[in-house]
Protein backbone atom coordinates (compact mmCIF):
# COMPACT_ATOMS: atom_id res chain seq x y z
CA UNK A 1 0.00 0.00 0.00
CA UNK A 2 0.88 3.55 -0.24
CA UNK A 3 1.93 5.62 2.54
CA UNK A 4 -1.09 7.26 2.49
CA UNK A 5 -3.15 4.45 2.23
CA UNK A 6 -1.53 3.45 5.42
CA UNK A 7 -1.87 6.71 6.93
CA UNK A 8 -5.60 6.21 6.62
CA UNK A 9 -5.79 2.58 7.11
CA UNK A 10 -3.72 3.57 10.64
CA UNK A 11 -6.36 6.64 11.30
CA UNK A 12 -9.46 3.86 10.97
CA UNK A 13 -8.30 1.27 13.11
CA UNK A 14 -7.61 4.19 15.86
CA UNK A 15 -11.37 5.77 15.57
CA UNK A 16 -12.74 2.07 15.33
CA UNK A 17 -11.11 0.77 18.16
CA UNK A 18 -9.03 -2.17 17.11
CA UNK A 19 -5.82 -2.76 19.71
CA UNK A 20 -2.65 -3.34 18.96
CA UNK A 21 -2.15 -7.65 19.10
CA UNK A 22 1.21 -8.32 17.83
CA UNK A 23 4.41 -7.49 15.19
CA UNK A 24 4.12 -10.70 12.52
CA UNK A 25 8.12 -11.38 11.91
CA UNK A 26 6.69 -13.81 9.40
CA UNK A 27 4.53 -11.72 7.57
CA UNK A 28 6.30 -8.38 7.93
CA UNK A 29 3.22 -6.77 9.77
CA UNK A 30 1.48 -5.14 12.36
CA UNK A 31 -1.62 -6.94 14.01
CA UNK A 32 -4.67 -5.10 15.22
CA UNK A 33 -7.74 -6.56 16.27
CA UNK A 34 -11.29 -5.91 17.30
CA UNK A 35 -14.57 -8.00 18.34
CA UNK A 36 -18.02 -7.31 17.45
CA UNK A 37 -20.39 -9.29 19.06
CA UNK A 38 -19.25 -13.11 18.14
CA UNK A 39 -16.60 -11.75 15.47
CA UNK A 40 -13.00 -10.81 15.85
CA UNK A 41 -11.54 -8.80 13.21
CA UNK A 42 -7.75 -8.99 12.52
CA UNK A 43 -6.32 -6.71 10.26
CA UNK A 44 -2.45 -6.84 9.18
CA UNK A 45 -0.68 -4.26 7.76
CA UNK A 46 3.49 -4.04 6.59
CA UNK A 47 5.19 -5.99 4.27
CA UNK A 48 1.56 -8.11 3.36
CA UNK A 49 -1.94 -7.05 4.05
CA UNK A 50 -4.08 -9.05 5.34
CA UNK A 51 -7.58 -9.21 6.76
CA UNK A 52 -9.20 -11.86 9.08
CA UNK A 53 -13.05 -12.56 10.46
CA UNK A 54 -13.05 -15.02 13.20
CA UNK A 55 -16.33 -16.40 14.20
CA UNK A 56 -15.69 -16.85 18.58
CA UNK A 57 -19.21 -19.36 18.48
CA UNK A 58 -18.49 -21.64 15.25
CA UNK A 59 -14.46 -20.94 15.29
CA UNK A 60 -14.43 -20.54 11.39
CA UNK A 61 -12.42 -18.12 9.74
CA UNK A 62 -12.21 -16.38 6.26
CA UNK A 63 -8.49 -14.21 5.74
CA UNK A 64 -8.16 -12.10 2.45
CA UNK A 65 -4.84 -10.12 1.49
CA UNK A 66 -5.74 -6.72 0.53
CA UNK A 67 -4.64 -3.86 -1.58
CA UNK A 68 -6.97 -0.50 -0.84
CA UNK A 69 -8.22 0.45 2.55
CA UNK A 70 -11.84 0.69 1.47
CA UNK A 71 -12.06 -2.99 1.42
CA UNK A 72 -11.15 -3.28 5.21
CA UNK A 73 -13.49 -0.52 5.77
CA UNK A 74 -16.24 -2.07 3.97
CA UNK A 75 -16.24 -5.65 6.37
CA UNK A 76 -15.83 -3.26 8.84
CA UNK A 77 -18.94 -1.37 8.33
CA UNK A 78 -20.73 -4.69 7.60
CA UNK A 79 -20.00 -6.22 10.89
CA UNK A 80 -21.39 -3.32 12.77
CA UNK A 81 -24.62 -2.64 10.67
CA UNK A 82 -25.14 -6.62 11.62
CA UNK A 83 -24.74 -6.02 15.08
CA UNK A 84 -26.67 -2.43 15.09
CA UNK A 85 -29.51 -3.86 13.15
CA UNK A 86 -29.28 -7.82 13.97
CA UNK A 87 -29.10 -10.22 16.58
CA UNK A 88 -25.59 -12.25 15.56
CA UNK A 89 -25.15 -14.89 18.66
CA UNK A 90 -27.04 -17.89 17.40
CA UNK A 91 -29.87 -18.87 19.39
Known sequence: MKPL????LKQ????????????????????????IDVWT????YGDE???CLYNNFTE???CEEFDNVS???RVYDMLSFLK???RLIPR
Open 49 to 51: CYY
Open 41 to 44: MTVA
Open 71 to 73: LVM
Open 5 to 8: QVAA
Open 84 to 86: ENF
Open 60 to 62: ESF
Open 12 to 35: FLANNHFVYSEYNEDAGAVVYTVT
